[in-house]
T-cell receptor
Framework: KAGVTQTPRYLIKTRGQQVTLSCSPI?????VSWYQQTPGQGLQFLFE???????NKGNFPGRFSGRQFSNSRSEMNVSTLELGDSALYLC?????????????FGPGTRLTVL | DQQVKQNSPSLSVQEGRISILNCDYT??????FLWYKKYPAEGPTFLIS?????DKNEDGRFTVFLNKSAKHLSLHIVPSQPGDSAVYFC??????????????FGKGTKLSVKP
């Protein structure tokens, strides 16, 4: 079974631009979450989607948005990029929501903002 | 304000000895705790978890202990192997309807196991 895939793996953008990152969950998984990893803040929760609906949102500005499609694939978008948005963006999928549904992480997209 | 804290950024252990990684949390509403391992250029992988109704969970060489009164958990790896060298993240859930899709992570501890 293929794991969680994220595209692109690496991305370089300049301040003010916008970016869209993509995540394909494991086949059959309906829940997708996004996390941002930076050296200073560690792993921080961005959003959680289930059945095309955002269930939870982390403490990030409105420049960060996401969506989930009917096939459970998800995208996240960052508009008006800032230098501080440089980070590893991780996507995770799980079969369902609920405490005991293990999350499986993708390898991440490394975003560099110049 | 960090709700999950891993106060040791790094830990070095000799092969065959015990590795003990620590984690503290501040929110008593957390009801499920997890440990993840992360190698460079890969996403975190689930290692072991524990529910707040338990104080110990064991899986092979890995044991997680939970002390609710102290809001502290620890991961024990016995015996440690060089392949265990990675960054270990402690995570907690339970604040938003019991979903693992909204985990609060610590900043990680880099474990180095020397042969």
């Amino acid at each position: 079974k293929a794991g969680v895939t994220q595209t692109p793996r690496y991305l370089i953008k300049t301040r003010g631009q916008q970016v869209t990152l993509s995540c394909s969950p494991i086949s059959g998984h309906r829940s997708v979450s996004w996390y941002q990893q930076t050296p200073g803040q560690g792993l921080q929760f961005l959003f959680e989607y289930f059945s095309e609906t955002q269930r939870n949102k982390g403490n990030f500005p409105g420049r960060f948005s996401g969506r989930q499609f009917s096939n459970s694939r998800s995208e996240m978008n960052v508009s008006t990029l800032e230098l501080g948005d440089s980070a590893l963006y991780l996507c995770a999928s799980s079969l369902d929501v609920g405490t005991y549904n293990e999350q499986f992480f993708g390898p991440g997209t490394r975003l560099t903002v110049l | 304000d960090q709700q999950v804290k891993q106060n040791s950024p790094s830990l070095s252990v000799q092969e065959g000895r015990i590795s003990i990684l620590n984690c503290d949390y501040t929110n008593s509403m957390f009801d499920y705790f997890l440990w993840y391992k992360k190698y460079p250029a890969e996403g975190p992988t689930f290692l072991i978890s524990i529910s707040s109704i338990k104080d110990k969970n064991e899986d092979g060489r890995f044991t997680v202990f939970l002390n609710k009164s102290a809001k502290h958990l620890s991961l024990h790896i016995v015996p440690s192997q060089p392949g265990d060298s990675a960054v270990y993240f402690c995570a907690a859930s339970g604040l938003t309807g019991g979903s693992q899709g909204n985990l609060i992570f610590g900043k990680g501890t880099k474990l180095s196991v020397k042969p």
